[in-house]
């Protein structure tokens, strides 16, 4: 069974940064998609970055320049690398994955496993 779980949230400043993980278990697909997503009180899930295999790389415009996703797979997790983060940054993290190559990386329909969330927090 595959088990994401995501660590690293927490409170910080505006300007301030954070490294977020996720590591899987269970989880025996080489050529997978991996994506982090987030959601704000009130808001839809948003697409933040994803990651494939071959190390392609999709972020949303709006953490271009800002954040980082990359992974490890010989430790077989994931990470959000977020600097410079503002107040609208706030949101629920999640990390997902899909046992196949992307395919609208940034859509959430696109992916099967889900991690449990992790929260950020930033102040102004």
């Known amino acids: 069974q595959v088990h994401l779980v995501e660590s690293g949230g927490g409170s910080v400043q505006a300007g301030g940064s954070l490294r977020l993980s996720c590591a899987a278990s269970?989880?025996?697909?080489?050529?997978?998609?991996w994506g982090w997503f987030r959601r704000a009180p009130g808001t839809e899930r948003e697409g933040v970055a994803a990651?494939?295999?071959?190390?392609?790389?999709n972020y949303v415009d709006s953490v271009k320049g800002r954040f980082t996703i990359s992974q490890d797979g010989a430790k077989n997790t994931l990470y959000l690398q977020m600097n410079n983060l503002k107040a609208e940054d706030s949101a629920t993290y999640y990390c997902?994955?899909?046992?196949?190559?992307?395919?609208?990386?940034?859509?959430?329909?696109?992916?099967?496993?889900w991690g449990q969330g992790t929260q950020v927090t930033v102040s102004s």
């Open positions: 269970g989880y025996p697909y080489s050529n997978g998609c």
């Open positions: 990651i494939e295999r071959n190390g392609i790389t």
């Open positions: 997902a994955t899909r046992p196949a190559p992307c395919v609208r990386p940034l859509d959430s329909n696109a992916y099967y496993y």
